[in-house]
Structure formats: C-alpha cells, structure tokens
C-alpha cells in the first residue's frame, strides 16, 4: 500500500486548503477509514478528519467548521479541504490509512508541507 | 476529548541500555468489546511517523522484538530493551477507543 499527497505548497490567509491523496497497490473501497493527519513544524501530531468510502465520516471538534474530507473510489483518490486558513494551518499534512476498529494508522504518506502565507 | 500524557518528554539514553516511556490516558481506552486501543508510533528524523505498536501490545510486522508495549485501562508503557542508534526518533502514543483520535505530545529519545 503507497500513499501520496499532492496539492499547493503555499496558501494564502482566507482561500482554502486542498490536498488530494492518491492510494497505489491496494482499492480504497476495501474496508480502512481514510484520513488526513498534521503536524506544525517541530510539534506534534494532530488527528484531522477520516472518511469510510461506503459512509461514515468522523472530524476533529475544534477544526470540523473548516473541514471536509471525500473520497474518489473511481480515481482511488481522496481529498482533504481546509477553508478560511491562516498561518496556524501551517504544517505537514499526512494522509492516512486507519482501521476500522481504532487499531490505528498502519500506512502513511510521505507528507507535504503547506504553508499559509501571503 | 482524550487526553493523552507521555513521559519524559525528552530521554536521553546510553547504547545498549533500555528506555522506557510513559502514557496516561485521561478516560479509558478499553473499547465496549473488551479491546483496547492504544497505539506506538515512531517518527525519525525526517520521516513519516511508523506504527510500532497496536492493542496495547502486538508488535507490526517488521518491528524489531527488543520494543514492548505493555499497560492496561489508562496507564500504557513502550520499553526499548536495548537503546541502538536507529532508535533515535520521537515516540507518539495515541489511542483509537474514543472520537477524536488523540496523540500525546511525543517524547524524543536521543543518544547520550
């Protein structure tokens, strides 16, 4: 299983966030939860949002009025937008792979740095 | 939210001698079917983080035996029994029982 993230590198403050992660060698229609982490520059991690392909989606509280995550089966693709951001939206940000019963991210991508900037 | 505290945050370690990091959970995370979740991570320099460890205590495949998880309810523990230069990273606990997923804060384990 590969994960890759694509998207801008550089955003400026108010516009939205758009990251489109793309899964190789296996079908995201296949029973995980798919979903995007972050992490600013020298801290920690921080749970976004995840998506089941079939239904189901769960976000994090305190980012859930500026976020929304689909998913492409078609394109085995899926997508994370982040509106009206600011320089605290800076970050990596890792799309991942989750298990359906809270096992945990057991594939990441390689991550891609996004910084909010005018 | 769960609230997730590791300690230390920094463990400076000599080769060859053992580390071990701490994970207090602020609910437990024993799930209603008797799982419990609660996951290691390890993230070198540079690097996407790796799950080291899952339910509490089965290592991923791949995984070097000398990490361990071990712990139960709200108090969870990853030991490295033999420090080697590879280890260096910071290591994340981060439970999967609750909504939303929560991380605690990391702790960087260096070579003395």
């Known amino acids: 299983v590969q994960l890759q993230e694509s998207g801008p590198g550089l955003v400026k403050p108010s516009e939205t966030l758009s990251l489109t992660c793309t899964v190789s060698?296996?079908?995201?229609?296949?029973?995980?939860?798919w979903g995007w982490i972050r992490q600013p520059p020298g801290k920690g991690l921080e749970w976004i949002a995840e998506?089941?392909?079939?239904?189901?989606?769960h976000y994090n509280p305190s980012l859930e009025s500026r976020v929304a995550i689909s998913v492409d089966t078609s394109k085995n693709q899926f997508s994370l937008k982040l509106n009206s951001v600011t320089a605290a939206d800076t970050a990596i940000y890792y799309c991942?792979?989750?298990?359906?019963?809270?096992?945990?991210?057991?594939?990441w991508g390689p991550g891609i740095l996004v910084t909010v900037s005018s | 939210d769960v609230v997730l505290t590791q300690s230390p945050l920094s463990l400076p370690v000599t080769l060859g001698q053992p580390a071990s990091i701490s994970c207090k959970s602020s609910?437990?995370?024993?799930?209603?079917?008797?799982?419990?979740?609660l996951s290691w991570f390890q993230q070198s320099p540079g690097q996407s983080p790796r799950r080291l460890i899952y339910?509490?205590?089965n290592r991923d495949s791949g995984v070097p035996d000398r990490f361990s998880g071990s712990g139960s309810g709200t108090d969870f523990t990853l030991n490295i029994s033999r420090v080697e230069a590879e280890d260096v990273a910071v290591y994340y606990c981060?439970?999967?029982?609750?909504?939303?997923?929560?991380f605690g804060q990391g702790t960087q384990v260096d070579i003395k």
């Open positions: 060698d296996f079908s995201i229609g296949y029973g995980y939860y």
């Open positions: 609910q437990s995370l024993v799930y209603s079917n008797g799982q419990t979740f």
């Open positions: 339910k509490v205590s």
């Open positions: 998506m089941f392909p079939s239904g189901g989606s």
């Open positions: 991942t792979r989750d298990w359906v019963d809270g096992t945990g991210f057991d594939y």
């Open positions: 981060m439970q999967g029982a609750h909504w939303p997923r929560t």
